[in-house]
């Protein structure tokens, strides 16, 4: 199959810090995943590497290539993958309406600036958007009037048009997607992420919260102290002696409807 995203051998610095130590690891098109770890454990930094916002330490070993590629255009690369971050939108982008949100995504842009030209092809496609994501109730309210659950439904749907003249979003990166949710909007994002990898949409989520873990993700890469200490299948890793060794404490664990849960 055709890798979206290979690391190989990668070591990140941030600051005077190496965060990262010798990671390896290949998602295949198509494919949803998990990446698990307490917090500070080089998740994001990870994710930063996948979509090169960070850049690893240069060695003759290491490697990172996406779709193939080892150099990239970062304008032309975000028309590929749609990343959506922890945090949430910022001071420009709570002044504009939910469509408008959306529409920004096909500039990269906080907001519609009045040199931007949006054309009705991308109309088209933010309906499209708006409807796969069920934000129709979102479409006039302003972003800043949003519940946090709205706000990350909306910055889904941005980073989906992100990728829109391209065609349909190859893969979407979601970085701890649930954090700062009521249990209401946590669920509501979770059968929304559920139809986009049921439409063929690759997931590749970062959590510390086991009820992120879709259904349809069937892979974990387990993470601490910025190493892969586990990478397999969901049914093998999501363990409670594993998931115990990984968090460094005794864990309970239930699982309803494909979901799972732990304390």
């Known amino acids: 199959m055709e890798a979206i995203v290979e690391l190989a051998h990668v070591n990140v610095a941030r600051g005077k810090n190496i965060v990262l130590h010798d990671v390896s690891f290949r998602v295949e098109a198509g494919e949803h995943l998990a990446i698990l770890g307490p917090n500070g454990c080089g998740k994001s930094t990870l994710l930063k590497t996948a979509t090169c916002e960070l850049y690893p330490i240069v060695r003759p070993e290491t490697w990172v290539r996406i779709m193939g590629r080892e150099r990239w255009d970062l304008t032309q ?3 590929k993958m749609g990343v959506v971050s922890a945090e949430l939108p910022g001071r420009q982008t709570l002044s504009i309406t939910g469509f408008d949100a959306i529409l920004t995504g096909f500039f990269s842009s906080s907001m519609l600036w009045p ?24 479409r006039t309210k302003l972003v800043g009037e949003m519940s946090a659950g709205q706000q990350r439904k909306t910055m889904i749907g941005r980073a989906m048009a992100g990728t829109a003249t391209e065609g349909n979003v190859r893969m979407l990166l979601l970085d701890e997607p649930s954090n700062a949710l009521d249990l209401a909007a946590q669920r509501d994002l979770r059968e929304m992420l559920r ?3 049921q439409q063929g949409v690759a997931i590749l989520l970062i959590t510390h919260h086991i009820a992120d873990i879709l259904p ?11 190493r892969i200490v586990a990478d397999g299948k969901k049914s093998e890793l999501l ?17 309803r409807d494909g979901y799972f849960n732990a304390w």
């Open 77 to 79: 690369l975000k028309r």
């Open 115 to 138: 040199n931007l030209t949006v054309t009705e092809e991308m109309r088209e496609r933010a309906e499209e958007i708006l409807k796969g994501i069920d934000g129709e109730k979102l």
């Open 195 to 197: 139809g986009l990898a």
């Open 216 to 226: 349809e993700i069937d892979r974990i890469v387990m993470m601490r102290e910025g």
């Open 239 to 255: 363990t409670e002696e594993k998931l115990g060794g990984l968090f460094g404490g005794e864990i309970r664990m239930t699982e």
